[in-house]
């Protein structure tokens, strides 16, 4: 659902709103209560959000980030003293691989 801005033109309040696109614009102010002084703002930062590339970044993850990841947890079952925990872990098939 979009995110549309709307300010009042009584007390130049400016909020935001999750509405649907056919859904009416707020016929009156949060703030001051005033009716029919309501105007949408043209979407700016918040509408960008879904066009552009930083919707992705967790996704796009470089693959340093990939390789010290797995060093972390490499770095933890060296540890020694972790098969006791293993019979238990539900991870303890990836575990046997690592080692
Ligand atoms: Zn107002």
Known sequence: MPT???RCA??????ERFLSITAPDP???????????????PA??????FKGGGFYITDNRPESYK???????????DKGSASEACESCPAAESCAERD
């Open 10 to 15: 009584e007390c130049s309040e400016e909020f």
């Open 44 to 49: 700016a930062g918040s509408g960008l959000i």
């Open 67 to 77: 390789e010290a990841a797995q060093a972390e947890n490499k770095g933890d079952t």
């Open 4 to 6: 549309y801005r709307f």
């Open 27 to 41: 016929e009156s102010c949060p703030l001051c209560g005033a009716e029919g002084s309501i105007k949408r703002l």
